[in-house]
C-alpha cells in the first residue's frame, strides 16, 4: 500500500510539475515571437511574410495583371494549409473522443509506472479535455481563416479599378494569414498534450522539441535580416 501511495504522489508531483512548465515554456515563447513581430518583423518569417503581402498590395493597385495573377497564387498555399489543419483537427478530436474509453483502460492495466504521472479519473478527462479544446480551437481559427482569404482572393479579383478601399482588401487578408497562424499554432500545441496520456515527461520533452522547431521556421537567418536590410537601403 505504501509503494503505491508513493508512486501515486510521484506521478502527481510529476503532472504538477512538468505540465504546467511545459504550456509555461510553450506561452512565453509565443510572447516573445509577438513582442519580435511588433518590434522587428524583419527578424520572423511571418513579419517579412507581411512586407511581402504589403507590396502585393501595392501591385495589385498599380493594375498589374501578371503580378495580381502571382498573388491570388501565392495565397492557395496558405488556403490549403488552413483546410488541411481543419480536416485534420476535426478527425483528431473525433478519434480522442472515440478511443478516450479504450486509451482510459490502457492505462491502467499497462501504463503502471510512476513515470506516467496520475491516472486518476479527474486527470485523465483533464488531460482528454485539454488537447480536445486546443482541437476546437485550432478548428474554429483554421475555419475563419478560410473565409477571409476566400473574401480577400474574390476583392483582389473585383475590386480593380471600384471605389472600395485597398486598405480594407489588405486588413481582410492580414486577418486571414493570422487567423491560419494561430490556428497551425494551437495544433501544434495540442500535439504535446495528446502525448500527456504516455505521462508528463513526455508532454515536457514534446514541448521542448517543438519550441527549438518552431524557433527554425519562425526566426530568419542573420544573413537573410541583411540582405533584407541591404534592400532597404538601396531602395
Known amino acids: 500500500m505504501r509503494g503505491k501511495l508513493e508512486m501515486m504522489r510521484v506521478g502527481v508531483y510529476l503532472d504538477t510539475i512538468l505540465v504546467p512548465l511545459s504550456l509555461f515554456i510553450t506561452i512565453c515563447y509565443h510572447a516573445y515571437l509577438c513582442h519580435t513581430i511588433k518590434n522587428k518583423p524583419s527578424h520572423t518569417t511571418f513579419g517579412v511574410n507581411k512586407l511581402r503581402r504589403t507590396s502585393w498590395a501595392l501591385n495589385l493597385n498599380q493594375g498589374d495583371d501578371k503580378k495580381n495573377m502571382l498573388t491570388v497564387q501565392s495565397m492557395r498555399n496558405t488556403l490549403m494549409e488552413a483546410i488541411f489543419i481543419a480536416s485534420i483537427t476535426i478527425l483528431i478530436?473525433?478519434?480522442?473522443a472515440a478511443l478516450s474509453n479504450n486509451a482510459y483502460n490502457a492505462t491502467h492495466s499497462v501504463f503502471t509506472s510512476k513515470f506516467f504521472g496520475s491516472k486518476s479519473d479527474k486527470i485523465m478527462i483533464f488531460k482528454y479535455g485539454s488537447a480536445s479544446l486546443c482541437?476546437?480551437?485550432?478548428?474554429?481559427?483554421s475555419s475563419m481563416a478560410i473565409g477571409f482569404l476566400i473574401d480577400a482572393n474574390f476583392l483582389m479579383n473585383t475590386t480593380h479599378g471600384e471605389s472600395l478601399s485597398w486598405n480594407y482588401t489588405h486588413t481582410i487578408l492580414e486577418r486571414g494569414f493570422t487567423l491560419a497562424l494561430i490556428g497551425n499554432r494551437f495544433f501544434c500545441v495540442a500535439i504535446p498534450l495528446m502525448l500527456?496520456?504516455?505521462?508528463?515527461v513526455t508532454v515536457f520533452l514534446a514541448s521542448l522539441g517543438l519550441v527549438c522547431l518552431l524557433y527554425e521556421f519562425d526566426f530568419v537567418?542573420?544573413?537573410?535580416?541583411?540582405a533584407i536590410n541591404n534592400n532597404?537601403?538601396?531602395i
Open 196 to 200: 500527456w496520456m504516455l505521462g508528463p
Open 232 to 234: 532597404a537601403i538601396k
Open 135 to 141: 482541437l476546437v480551437l485550432s478548428f474554429l481559427c
Open 221 to 226: 537567418c542573420k544573413i537573410h535580416n541583411l
Open 93 to 96: 478530436n473525433m478519434a480522442l
